[in-house]
């Protein structure tokens, strides 16, 4: 799914950020989740499944292992084409974990 396409966060839509906990705190999505891709698998329990569930890591091969890993158990999930890297080209927010803008590399 294209960035431009992606609901913000809400109780309806989870933004899962399956990267790893430095690349998080450079910049992140308002409301996004964070869950590393490697923990995954033992924490699947914490999200919604009524909510649409939106899989995002830097440039998309990350997310897409999550997305395959998450329908094979039987959960939903959109892998956003491009990552957080397409997310900031298209001028979406990113912010650090205390609120201030921020970029990613």
Not at 48 to 72: E, I
Request: aromatic share 4%; glycine share 12%.
């Amino acid at each position: 799914m294209h960035v431009g396409d992606v609901p913000e966060p809400s109780s309806t839509a989870i933004l899962l950020d399956v990267r790893e906990n430095d690349e998080w705190e450079q910049g992140h999505a308002p409301g996004a989740i964070h869950i590393p891709l490697a923990d995954v698998p033992t924490r699947m329990g914490e999200l919604d499944p009524d909510a649409d569930l939106y899989v995002v890591c830097k440039g998309g091969g990350r997310s897409a292992q999550a997305v395959r890993f998450l329908l094979h158990s039987g959960v939903e999930a959109t892998n956003v084409d491009g990552g957080m890297v397409a997310w900031q080209q298209a001028g979406r927010p990113l912010i650090t974990d205390d609120g201030r803008p921020a970029s990613v590399y």
